[in-house]
């Protein structure tokens, strides 16, 4: 069966400071990869997706980035911090596109 | 323009009650369509997949209303357990990320003992 991880669970950060979030799959091969954000109160908010070793596509302008250097590993990474990168960031897997989406435990990142 | 809206609730309902959500899209060219639970501080976890022709899961049956750009989720019975928040969820991008989800943000549900 398939499994995803994700961590740190929890991160406490200044503002200022870099950022690497590790997302793992399990169980499946060339899956589809997504980052999300879920600010406080809001809804899901896609950041970007991966249809393949190296290739990612941003869906919002920000200051984050990502990579997939590997066919199961996804890393959403930031040089600087802002307050704003506040939120849950959860990483999801699916098979192909159109598809169900299914998520990691998630991170909860505050920047302060 | 919010491609998939719902009512945020909270819908607050006794145990053993019968509620109905639902959802509009604003994509018609729309294919997929699914309800996620999301309880608090967690991950969203997949529901169920919504079909044409209406879906029935248990105490859960989801209809597509595609002329009206709709879904709706019904939850009979309801449990203690079923308060949590649901997602409607599309697929609905434009261009190469037209099968890529988008997320409502949600409906919450209060079911009292």
């Known amino acids: 069966s398939q499994t995803i991880h994700q961590w740190p669970a929890t991160l406490v950060q200044p503002v200022g400071s870099p950022l690497s979030l590790e997302c793992t799959v399990e169980g499946t091969s060339n899956p589809n990869l997504y980052w999300y954000r879920q600010a406080a109160g809001r809804g899901l908010q896609l950041l970007f997706y991966s249809v393949g070793i190296g290739q990612i596509s941003s869906e919002v302008p920000q200051n984050l980035s990502a990579s997939r250097p590997q066919d199961r590993q996804f890393i959403l990474s930031s040089k600087k911090l802002l307050l704003s990168d506040s939120g849950f960031y959860l990483c999801?897997?699916?098979?192909?596109?159109?598809?169900?989406?299914?998520f990691g435990p998630g991170t909860r990142l505050t920047v302060l | 323009r919010k491609e998939v809206e719902q009512d945020p609730g909270p819908f607050n309902v006794p145990e053993g009650a019968t509620v109905a959500f639902n959802c509009t899209y604003s994509?018609?060219?729309?294919?997929?369509f699914f309800w996620y639970r999301q309880d608090c501080r967690k991950e969203p976890k997949l529901l169920m997949s919504v079909y044409s022709s209406g879906n029935e899961d248990g105490r859960f049956t989801a209809q597509l209303n595609r002329a009206s750009q709709y879904i709706s989720l019904l939850i009979r019975d309801s449990k203690l357990s079923d308060s949590a928040t649901y997602l409607c969820?599309?697929?609905?991008?434009?261009?190469?990320?037209?099968?890529?989800?988008?997320f409502g943000k949600g409906t919450k549900l209060s079911v009292k003992p």
């Open positions: 999801a897997w699916s098979v192909g596109s159109f598809n169900e989406q299914f």
């Open positions: 994509n018609s060219a729309s294919q997929s």
């Open positions: 969820v599309v697929n609905g991008g434009y261009g190469g990320s037209q099968g890529n989800l988008i």
